[in-house]
């Protein structure tokens, strides 16, 4: 691909932003025999840190709207959630434009793979197992660095 087409690239992807900014692990210093102090204990919730689902686009001189995702996407989500009230519009609002998705399942199911073809939405093809290859990655890494400057912090997910 040449220099010039990497303009008409549209970027995608989907992230799990939580209200938790940290790793979950927290040190202390502790004496031997000291492990099982209440002073040494730190309670916490162990499930999925509570969150939301997003989805994002983004290209050389445009970018669209986060699109919040509830709940775990099947193939047909991504078509009636995405791609038909989101992408089209924001596909057809570029001069040219080339779709660029991850390979997770959702994306690769038929039924998403055929919409691609009806619509004419030309695919660049992302080798497999290679994210990092994707700028929007790294746009999700400034969101999550945003998010931890907000104050006050985030309280529910709705808030985020």
């Given amino acids: 691909m040449w220099a010039a087409e990497w303009n008409e690239v549209v970027f995608t992807d989907e992230s799990r932003i939580c209200l938790q900014h940290h790793d979950g692990r927290i040190r202390v210093w502790r004496h031997r025999g000291e492990r099982m102090l209440n002073s040494c204990v730190m309670h ?72 691609f073809v009806n619509h004419q939405i030309e695919l660049l093809p992302l080798p497999a197992r290679s994210p990092d290859l994707s700028p929007i990655e790294n746009m999700w890494s400034m969101v999550a660095q945003r998010l931890t400057q907000i104050t006050p912090i985030a309280a529910t997910p709705d808030q985020l």
Avoid: C
């Fill in 44 to 115: 916490r919730h162990t499930g999925p840190a509570p969150g939301i689902m997003v989805w994002g686009g983004i290209g050389y001189h445009s970018r669209n709207h986060l699109i919040r995702i509830a709940g775990t996407l099947n193939s047909q989500r991504p078509i009636s959630e995405v791609l038909e009230p989101v992408v089209l519009p924001y596909l057809q609002g570029l001069a040219t434009a080339k779709f660029q998705e991850d390979n997770a399942r959702p994306h690769v199911a038929r039924i998403v793979q055929r919409f």
